[in-house]
């Protein structure tokens, strides 16, 4: 009986992830062109509206074979792989978490930074509405942990900190102005530990693999750090403390 439940708690949450995966699909397109995410949708080829049974996430796209009821242009790969991958997150943030209230923090934490990801990596720029987003997060997160306020509000200010004086003394060659931002709302988020956690796993992260990225592509493709912060945010909000508890195990030993 007690599986049965938690199967079905986490089919939900899965569920409701693929929802909202479908409307960071809606922003991931058009932020970017300073067009309102609210409006009806409609087939980038035709202009036709779609109807609720043509945006079901990722059955209508498999119902359709990947390509508009209407005119029969292809829909691209992301609409399902977005839909699918945060609908997955928010499992394993339940997973990793349980079933409470940071849980659910964290997953619109994880919505926020899949849009900033995609949008960075395409745009080199991180959009400010995410960061503002995650700032009411960090907001409520910090009251709903008060015990630990002041790790929040260190948080916000000792990786964010350093990373403007980087974009100072760089005339902003070396960071962007989003990325300093991006790591002072997560820090809110996080508190001291985990964001300064998040701040080394991105660094390590984003100098092997686009290491690795130039190699195959044989290109000097400049480096959005926005995908690297955002993957070292959320794991360090997972397990950051497993890891702190690990390390403080071999300090003590």
């Known amino acids: 009986m007690l599986v049965s439940l938690t199967i079905l708690l986490y089919t939900i949450v899965f569920l409701y992830g693929i929802v909202i995966g479908s409307f960071l699909n809606v922003c991931i397109y058009r932020i970017p062109n300073r067009e309102n995410i609210v409006t009806h949708s409609h087939c980038m080829s035709c202009g036709h509206k779609l109807h609720w049974h043509d945006m079901f996430p990722i059955f209508s796209y498999l119902f359709l074979k ?7 242009a292809k829909i691209s ?4 792989l977005i839909e699918a991958l945060n609908g ?8 990793a978490n349980g079933f409470t209230f940071s849980s659910v923090l964290y997953c619109l934490m994880t919505s926020a930074l899949i849009v900033i990801t995609v ?4 745009t080199m720029k991180i959009p400010v509405t995410f960061n503002l987003f995650l700032g009411l997060i960090g907001i409520v997160m910090t ?19 350093l990373l403007y004086a980087l974009y100072y003394f760089s005339s902003g060659q070396a960071i962007g102005g989003g990325d300093i931002k991006l790591m002072a709302v997560a820090g809110l988020i996080l508190g001291w530990k985990n964001i300064i956690l998040a701040f080394v796993l991105a660094c390590v992260l984003g100098s092997v693999i686009h290491l ?5 592509s044989k290109k000097n493709n400049l480096l959005a750090m926005g995908p690297y912060l955002s993957l070292g945010i959320f794991i360090a909000a997972l397990w950051g403390s497993h890891f702190w508890n690990w390390y403080m195990s071999l300090m003590i030993s």
Not at 212 to 216: F, L, N, P, S, T
């Open 119 to 122: 949008v960075d990596e395409r």
């Open 88 to 95: 997955m997150l928010y499992v394993i943030v339940f997973m």
């Open 212 to 216: 690795i990225r130039m190699k195959v």
């Open 77 to 80: 790969i992301q609409y399902p």
């Open 66 to 72: 990947g390509r508009c009821r209407y005119c029969g």
């Open 143 to 161: 009251v709903y942990d008060w015990r630990h306020i002041l790790s929040h509000l260190i948080g916000m200010v000792c990786v964010s900190l």
